[in-house]
C-alpha cells in the first residue's frame, strides 16, 4: 500500500503564491504518474496536473501557466507551485499515484486565497 502526505496548504492573499509537497512512502519513479486534483465543496474534483514515469506532464487548460508540477526523485516527493492565486483556487488539494491500474489518495491540504 503506497501512503501520501500533501503539506503545505493554508491561507494566502489574492495574488500571491504557495507550494504543495506530496510525500509519497514509495519511489515516485516506480508509479505509473502522479497528479494533482483539488475539490471546493459541494464541486466535482478538478483535475490540475500529471507527470508520468518518463516525466512528461500535463496541465489542465484552464490552470496552465500559473502551475507547475514538478519532483524530487530522491526524496520522492511531487511538488505543485501556485503563483497568482486567486479566491476561486480556494479548494482542497489532493496528491494522486497510480500504479497499474490502482489508485491512491493523499487525505489532502486546504488552500484558501483571501480577496
Known amino acids: 500500500q503506497v501512503q501520501l502526505e500533501e503539506s503545505g496548504g493554508g491561507l494566502v492573499q489574492a495574488g500571491g503564491s504557495l507550494r504543495l509537497s506530496c510525500a509519497a512512502s514509495g519511489s515516485i519513479t516506480s508509479f505509473n504518474s502522479m497528479a494533482w486534483y483539488r475539490q471546493a465543496p459541494g464541486k466535482q474534483r478538478e483535475f490540475i496536473a500529471s507527470?508520468?514515469?518518463?516525466?512528461?506532464?500535463s496541465y489542465a487548460d484552464s490552470l496552465k501557466g500559473r502551475f507547475t508540477l514538478s519532483r524530487d526523485n530522491a526524496k520522492n516527493t511531487v511538488y505543485l507551485q501556485m503563483n497568482s492565486l486567486k479566491p476561486e483556487d480556494t479548494a482542497v488539494y489532493y496528491c494522486r499515484a497510480t500504479i497499474t491500474t490502482r489508485y491512491y489518495w493523499g487525505q489532502g491540504t486546504q488552500v484558501t486565497i483571501s480577496s
Open positions: 507527470i508520468i514515469r518518463g516525466g512528461m506532464t
